[in-house]
């Protein structure tokens, strides 16, 4: 099995970590990753393209700074990234996030069109075959404990505002100890949805231990399966973390899948480092 890490250039002295797995963006593939130094968590999202050396950032590609955690999608055939914006005040709290998307125009700029609820992360968007757009939500709190993963079809993008988001059904994943949130979703052959995630939670000594998953939803039924961890930690190569409780963590980034039944794993790495690992492709029995 093929596991390595990603090696990035161009920001000496920063972590380059939680990266999507690559995707078309003006004619070229890049990689958008979220860069910070290792003592804080003052992001900025910056997209890099494969060079002799390893994946360097594009020249003059916009840079999206105070974002973290990037993802992608397709909207009526164009990208919308998006990204958690951190810290933001809300209320009295200092330190809150909120997720926001932006879509690709003419010239590769982009327009930030879109807002999450404040509060939640992993937020995620999919164009259906009929042009709906389903929306997979990650409450937290009174509703989604540690969190959950809801789900929703809206008609347009428009049409997910906060309200909706946040009254979105939640699948019942896991445990209360347990918390989950989709990182990626593909259209299947069979009309399926498939989902690649997380699936995290603490030990005794408020370590932190993330895993990969994958689980299919029926958009029809508004049904899914339950979440299977398809790769840990361990899996990929030994590196540095950013802090000691976060040795044991990698962070779905996205997933390409192969035609001859394996896939493509690109995840962060104990949030400092991003690598990638070809696994059995975890859809392939969602289609059948």
Known sequence: MI??????????????????????????????????????????IVLFEKSANGWTPVHNAPVFSGLQDPCVTRINGKLLLGGVRFPLIIGTDKNAWQMEFFVENEGGTFEKILTGPPKMKDVRFLQLSDHRIVVLTRPQGEKGGRGKI??????????????????????????????????????????????LGHIAEFD????????????????????????????????????????????????????????????????GLSDAEAGFIELPDPFLQYEN
Request: net charge negative; with cysteine.
């Open 204 to 267: 005794e000594d408020q370590n932190r231990h993330y895993y990969a998953m994958a689980f299919a939803i029926d958009p029809e039924k508004g049904t899914s399966t339950q979440p299977e961890i398809i790769a840990k930690r361990c899996d990929f190569p030994d590196g540095e973390s950013k802090r000691k409780d976060l040795q044991d963590v990698i962070f779905s980034g996205g997933i390409q899948r192969q035609e001859n039944g394996t896939a493509l794993l690109f995840a």
């Open 150 to 195: 809801g789900f929703c079809i809206v008609d347009s993008l428009a049409d997910a505002t906060h309200d909706v988001i946040d009254q979105a059904p939640l699948f019942d994943h896991c445990a209360e100890k347990l918390w989950v949130g989709a990182n990626e979703a593909h259209n299947l052959k069979n009309g399926r949805i498939g989902v």
């Open 3 to 44: 596991s390595e890490k990603i090696i990035f250039e161009g920001f000496p002295d920063h972590d380059i970590y939680n990266i999507t797995a690559p995707f078309h963006w003006m004619g070229r593939g890049v990689i958008a990753g979220r860069v910070e130094k290792r003592t804080d968590e003052l992001s900025q």
